[in-house]
């Protein structure tokens, strides 16, 4: 018997010598057991575990991920494939003087010095990221709120350079902005305070926060980031992207391990590999797998020596930026219980545009903050402003006022920026005497669900959950990327499109960003332009929305059949 089937044995199936009437398996046996009882008993392992996932959750959890159509991977993989050959052939005519080469290259002198420049990996920006630049980088001139203007460009080599024309595009809805509660403005409360702390502190600081660097400002601050996330301390650093990628060097390195979402950002991701310890990548949202990560990191330790991990940190984002997803956190802390782990959870995207008070992930899913072991965020999505912070137990932050290099080495924040975020989280706090931070969040809320229900409606494959203010739409051909970006703003929309390798080769997407600064006539103009030109490219791929409409249809005839009876 091999041991395979010594462990099917041992599973509670029986093996039995084969006979004349049975047809023998690989190892010379069959198995018989009760289908019946064997997927009853699975059925009923699966509604348990189902129950009690879903008491996790105190309102339902949904989030949309529908399949790429296969004809339409099929032409997105032809489509690469017919670009990559005709890049190569520019590429033997540029080499051979056909074709004029605007790269930067190696000097004939200077071929036998370490080459500066990678040919073969500039490949890609060479051929297929220079035809449409012109979607990225497009300079503004105004504030980034709901509407914005741009400065017209023009370019006469095909995107290697750009001209600007002196003519400004006015009034364009921006869908791309980070602007979540559409405190991005040159007016109103939160300007007025910045513009007056600017006159009294002035705009630099000119130190760092160990220094004489370290304002009444930021501690102000500090203290009120504190009791805005529910946690005993806090402490504010001048640049988001610093805040992960210094920051968790400090808390862990060699002889620790993190698990790591497949999809985090890329300041987690270089944060992590500053950092020394070992890495492992858990499938997206996906439990089993990173369940299945820490049961073998707590049965075999350290590679090697098989000596217990010093700490194993478990990295999620609360609302993920290029999926619109919003992470499991619920599940994620039943493991990090479970397994004693430590959890930090990046709340760049999810702070103010989350919750019924605003207060991230933590206060969508009706959680304890103190669950959550190092809470991070950004002041540059939701606030208006720039920067980030951490939050948690006193011990953590007086440790990272010491030992993180952003606080040691790094100039701290602007005051007019310190005072911006100050004014703008009592005003989502309610502590600035009026309404109007709860009006914002209720109306992101709405804005969020009535423009994706628009879009789902129009048949648009977008991803995401319910309530997530990212907003993705799958263009999937790489030809699209370009054609979406430059006929939306043709209709007066600004938008972001994206493509490999920030996502999928197979998965282009357009991401819109929703905010409460958005009038319910700006989003129908937009989804107007959307649905336009979703007609002329044929992005209109969702299957589930084509056979409910097409069921709409038919049970209208059948009533305006019988009506006219």
Same mark, same amino acid.
Request: contains cysteine; proline residues 4%; hydrophobic residues 40%.
């Given at each position: 018997m091999t041991l395979n089937s010594v462990s099917k044995l041992l599973n509670g199936d029986t093996c039995h010598r084969t006979s004349q009437t049975k047809k023998p398996g690989a190892n010379g046996y069959v198995k018989s057991h009760c289908v019946f009882q064997k997927q009853q008993n699975r059925s009923r392992r699966s509604t348990e575990k189902n129950h009690h996932v879903s008491a996790l959750y105190n309102k339902p959890f949904e989030q949309s991920f529908e399949e790429t159509p296969l004809l339409v991977a099929v032409l997105t993989y032809m489509g690469y494939g017919i670009l990559t050959i005709f890049g190569y052939l520019r590429d033997f005519l540029r080499e051979w003087k056909f074709e004029k080469c605007h790269l930067a290259r190696e000097r004939e002198e200077q071929k036998d010095f370490v080459p500066l420049y990678q040919d073969f990996e500039d490949f890609y920006t060479r051929n297929l990221y220079m035809r449409i630049r012109d979607n990225w980088n497009r300079p503004i001139c105004s504030v980034p709120g709901a509407k914005m203007d741009l400065v017209e460009r023009t370019t006469p080599d095909y995107n290697w350079t750009f001209e600007h024309t002196g003519r400004v595009i006015k009034d364009v809805i921006n869908m791309g902005s980070y602007n979540y509660l559409g405190f991005a403005e040159s007016s109103g409360a939160c300007a007025d305070a910045a513009s007056d702390c600017c006159m009294k502190y002035g705009v630099g600081v000119s130190s760092t926060r160990q220094e004489i660097g370290n304002l009444d400002k930021h501690e102000e601050l500090e203290k009120l980031a504190a009791r805005f996330?529910? #946690?005993?301390?806090?402490?504010?650093?001048?640049?988001?992207?610093?805040?992960?990628?210094?920051?968790?060097?400090?808390?862990?390195?060699?002889?620790?391990?993190?698990?790591?979402?497949?999809?985090?950002?890329?300041?987690?991701?270089?944060?992590?590999?500053?950092?020394?310890?070992?890495?492992?990548?858990?499938?997206?949202?996906?439990?089993?797998?990173?369940?299945?990560?820490?049961?073998?990191?707590?049965?075999?330790?350290?590679?090697?020596?098989?000596?217990?991990?010093?700490?194993?940190?478990?990295? #999620?984002?609360?609302?993920?930026?290029?999926?619109?997803?919003?992470?499991?956190?619920?599940e994620i802390i039943a493991l990090k219980k479970k397994y004693k782990a430590y959890l930090y959870l990046d709340e760049a995207h999810s702070i103010g545009a989350l919750g019924p008070r605003g207060r991230g992930v933590v206060d969508y899913f009706g959680l304890d903050?103190?669950?959550?072991?190092?809470?991070?965020?950004?002041?540059?999505?939701?606030?208006?402003?720039?920067?980030?912070?951490?939050?948690?137990?006193?011990?953590?932050?007086?440790?990272?006022?010491?030992?993180?290099?952003?606080?040691?080495?790094?100039?701290?924040?602007?005051?007019? #920026?310190?005072?911006?975020?100050?004014?703008?989280?009592?005003?989502?706090?309610?502590?600035?005497?009026?309404?109007?931070?709860?009006?914002?969040?209720?109306?992101?809320?709405?804005?969020?669900?009535?423009?994706?229900?628009?879009?789902?409606?129009?048949?648009?494959?977008?991803?995401?959950?319910?309530?997530?203010?990212?907003?993705?739409?799958?263009?999937?051909?790489?030809?699209?990327?370009?054609?979406?970006?430059?006929?939306?703003?043709?209709?007066?929309?600004?938008?972001?499109?994206?493509?490999?390798?920030?996502?999928?080769?197979?998965?282009?997407?357009?991401?819109?960003?929703?905010?409460?600064?958005?009038?319910?006539?700006?989003?129908?103009?937009?989804?107007?332009?959307?649905?336009?030109?979703?007609?002329?490219?044929?992005?209109?791929?969702?299957?589930?929305?084509?056979?409910?409409?097409?069921?709409?249809?038919?049970?209208?005839?059948?009533?305006?059949?019988?009506?006219?009876?």
């Open positions: 996330l529910g #946690v005993e301390s806090s402490m504010v650093f001048g640049m988001g992207f610093a805040t992960n990628s210094m920051n968790i060097p400090a808390l862990v390195g060699r002889g620790c391990l993190i698990l790591s979402d497949e999809l985090n950002h890329a300041s987690l991701v270089l944060g992590a590999r500053l950092s020394g310890s070992t890495i492992r990548v858990f499938k997206h949202n996906n439990m089993q797998s990173l369940e299945k990560l820490l049961r073998d990191a707590i049965v075999h330790g350290q590679p090697r020596t098989h000596r217990p991990w010093k700490k194993i940190l478990i990295i #999620v984002e609360g609302i993920y930026s290029m999926e619109g997803s919003i992470v499991r956190l619920p903050p103190t669950d959550v072991d190092i809470m991070m965020g950004t002041f540059t999505k939701s606030f208006g402003a720039a920067g980030g912070y951490i939050g948690g137990k006193k011990e953590l932050i007086d440790y990272l006022r010491s030992h993180s290099h952003s606080a040691v080495y790094a100039t701290s924040m602007s005051s007019p #920026v310190t005072q911006q975020i100050i004014t703008s989280m009592k005003c989502i706090m309610g502590e600035d005497g009026t309404t109007l931070g709860q009006k914002r969040l209720n109306q992101l809320s709405e804005n969020t669900t009535y423009f994706r229900r628009k879009l789902h409606e129009m048949g648009f494959i977008i991803y995401g959950n319910n309530d997530s203010p990212v907003v993705p739409l799958m263009l999937y051909m790489p030809a699209k990327i370009g054609a979406f970006g430059r006929e939306m703003l043709k209709r007066n929309i600004g938008t972001v499109v994206v493509g490999f390798p920030a996502t999928p080769i197979i998965e282009s997407r357009a991401r819109f960003c929703v905010s409460a600064a958005h009038t319910r006539e700006m989003l129908d103009t937009a989804l107007k332009a959307i649905s336009e030109v979703g007609d002329v490219l044929q992005l209109k791929y969702s299957r589930y929305n084509r056979a409910q409409s097409e069921d709409t249809d038919c049970f209208s005839y059948l009533e305006s059949h019988h009506d006219h009876q």
